[in-house]
C-alpha cells in the first residue's frame, strides 16, 4: 500500500464507528476490505479450485500467498492446506489491529524471498504497483486476481506471459468495489427509491479475473486438476459472507446484462 500509521488509525477509527452501527452482517468485508475482508470478492469454491491447482502440482504443495495483507483469504486456504504461508510487505495491519501476527505470515516484501513454490497467489495488486517479475522467479504456477482496466502488464491486467509462463485458465468474479457498489445503492443511500435502485441494479458488473499461470512442464496436470475440481464443486458448500454476493445479484452462475459476453460468473474458461 503502505499506508501511514496515522492513516491506518483514523480508518480503522471509521472502520469501528461503522461496526457500532451495527450494520447487517458481513457487510464490512465489503466496505473496508483492508480490515475485514479481501480486495476481491470470493466463495468457498475458489479457495477449492486453488487448493486442487496447488495439489495438481504436488501432493504436498508448497504455497505462498504474496501481498496477503492480514491473511484473509490465507486462512481459508490453510484450512485445506496446512502448511500455506503468506508473505506481506506492510505490518502495519497488525499494528492497527494490536493483533498478534501469525507465524505462518513473514513481513518481507516479494523481493527478498528466495525459495521456489509449487503455487504463488497474488490477490489483487494496488494499481501503480508491479512486483511480479519477483514472483515469476519462484513459483511454478501463479493464480493472481485483477481488476479489469488498469493495474499492470502489456493490456493493463497482471498477465504473466512475458516472464514464460502460459495461461491456462481463468473466471470472472466481483471485486470488492462491484459489490461495495451495490451495498452502498441498495443501503447506504436513501435517497434511491426502489425503481432508481432497480435500475442501478441492472448495470452492475463484475470487473475481478482470476488467471491461472503455469510453467509449460505443469500445465497439463493444472489443466486436469482444475477439470477434476471442477466436476467435484459444490456451490452449496460456502462461507456465511457469501449471503452478501447473492443479495447484490453476483449469484454462481449469474449472467450479468451490463457485461457483453455471456460468460457466467465463477464460469471456468479453459485455453
Ligand atoms: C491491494 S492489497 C491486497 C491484500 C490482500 N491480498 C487482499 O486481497 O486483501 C496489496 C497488498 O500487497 C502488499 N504488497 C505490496 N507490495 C508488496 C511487495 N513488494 N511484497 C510483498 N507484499 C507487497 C501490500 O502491502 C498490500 O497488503
Known amino acids: ?98 493483533v498478534q501476527k501469525p507465524d505462518y505470515i513473514s513481513l518481507m516484501p516479494i523481493e527478498g524471498f528466495s525459495l521456489s513454490v509449487d503455487a504463488a497467489f497474488v490477490g489483487w495488486m494496488e494499481p501503480g504497483q508491479d512486483f511480479r517479475r519477483f514472483v515469476a522467479k519462484c513459483a511454478k504456477c501463479v493464480i493472481t486476481t485483477f481488476d479489469a482496466g488498469g493495474q499492470c502488464g502489456i493490456n493493463g491486467g497482471c498477465e504473466y506471459e512475458e516472464f514464460g509462463y ?26 434511491l427509491d426502489a425503481e432508481k435502485k432497480e435500475d442501478l441494479a441492472r448495470l452492475r458488473t463484475a470487473h475481478n479475473f482470476w488467471y491461472v499461470y503455469v510453467r509449460p512442464n505443469v500445465a497439463d496436470r493444472v489443466r486436469s486438476g482444475l477439470k477434476a475440481q471442477l466436476e467435484k464443486e459444490e456451490p452449496v458448500d460456502r462461507f456465511n459472507f457469501e449471503s452478501v454476493l447473492d443479495e447484490c445479484g453476483f449469484h454462481y452462475g449469474e449472467k450479468l446484462p451490463a457485461l457483453a459476453s455471456n460468460q457466467k460468473l465463477w464460469e471456468v474458461m479453459f485455453d
Open 1 to 98: 500500500m503502505p499506508f501511514a500509521i496515522r492513516e491506518l488509525q483514523s480508518a480503522y477509527k471509521a472502520y469501528q464507528q461503522f461496526l457500532a452501527r451495527g450494520p447487517p452482517a458481513q457487510h464490512a468485508r465489503y466496505i473496508f476490505p483492508f480490515f475485514a475482508g479481501s480486495y476481491f470478492a470470493y466463495r468457498r469454491i475458489d479457495v477449492g479450485r486453488v487448493t486442487e491447482i496447488a495439489r495438481s502440482i504436488s501432493n504436498n504443495p508448497s504455497y505462498v500467498d504474496i501481498g496477503c495483507g492480514y491473511g484473509d483469504f490465507l486462512v481459508k486456504v490453510r484450512q485445506l492446506l496446512p502448511d500455506a504461508t503468506g508473505i506481506e510487505r506492510d505490518g502495519g495491519i497488525f499494528y492497527a489491529f494490536q
Open 166 to 191: 502460459q495461461r491456462v485458465a481463468w473466471w470472472r468474479t466481483p471485486s470488492w468495489i462491484d459489490v461495495n457498489a451495490e451495498l452502498m445503492n441498495r443501503y447506504y443511500t436513501p435517497s
